[in-house]
T-cell receptor, first 112, second 111 residues
Framework: QQQVKQSPQSLIVQKGGISIINCAYE??????FPWYQQFPGKGPALLIA?????SEKKEGRFTISFNKSAKQFSLHIMDSQPGDSATYFC???????????FGTGTRLQVFP | KAGVTQTPRYLIKTRGQQVTLSCSPI?????VSWYQQTPGQGLQFLFE???????NKGNFPGRFSGRQFSNSRSEMNVSTLELGDSALYLC??????????FGSGTRLTVV
């Protein structure tokens, strides 16, 4: 099954709060899990990524938590800012291909 | 360093026509992938090229095709356009083992 399930579909967070987006997968042939941020009129921009041999990766205010046994991974945005308002996509890279399977996206709105 | 460049940015075509979209990857990147983005289906993989060879193809009809040139620039072609082909077409390039860098896309509208 080459699906990546993403939730929630939309998220409203107050400035300074924590935004959490979750993704789940079934295919064990995925070997790389990136998160992308997309602003209107732009292409997706790589935010942060993790490989399945690591349980957590942090870059600035962005953290990926990865649970290999549960086949789940999540993005945490600490101290959310209005400038973080965008659509976020999780993705999974299929081993030995150059194919990314994307989640359905989460529209994040951060209010001041 | 220049990013991934896609041309044109916007395109309006009539049903039945064909269209060619262009992608110039980041200098030195030999892998180029194409994705279709629609509100209903999200981001879907079309195909991927490396050194002028198509290595992977998504579940799209044969009307969707592509190619890559010796300078790594890539084109995708859609023949006999249908209304449902209206979408944002995104190109991405990368170095082996690195993340994908996407262009801003070509917004295709079929009327």
């Amino acid at each position: 099954q080459q699906q990546v399930k993403q939730s929630p579909q939309s998220l409203i967070v107050q400035k300074g709060g924590i935004s959490i987006i979750n993704c789940a997968y079934e295919n064990t042939a995925f070997d790389y899990f990136p998160w992308y941020q997309q602003f209107p009129g732009k292409g997706p921009a790589l935010l942060i990524a993790i490989r399945p041999d690591v349980s957590e990766k942090k870059e600035g205010r962005f953290t990926i938590s990865f649970n290999k046994s549960a086949k789940q991974f999540s993005l945490h945005i600490m101290d959310s800012q209005p400038g973080d308002s965008a659509t976020y996509f999780c993705a999974a890279h299929l081993y030995n291909t150059d194919k990314l399977i994307f989640g359905t996206g989460t529209r994040l709105q951060v209010f001041p | 360093k220049a990013g991934v460049t896609q041309t044109p940015r916007y395109l309006i075509k009539t049903r039945g026509q064909q269209v060619t979209l262009s992608c110039s990857p980041i200098s030195g990147h030999r892998s180029v992938s194409w994705y279709q983005q629609t509100p209903g289906q999200g981001l879907q993989f079309l195909f991927e090229y490396f050194s002028e060879t198509q290595r992977n193809k998504g579940n799209f009809p044969g009307r969707f095709s592509g190619r890559q040139f010796s300078n790594s620039r890539s084109e995708m072609n859609v023949s006999t356009l249908e209304l449902g082909d209206s979408a944002l077409y995104l190109c991405a390039s990368r170095l082996p083992g690195d993340g994908y860098t996407f262009g801003s896309g070509t917004r295709l509208t079929v009327v």
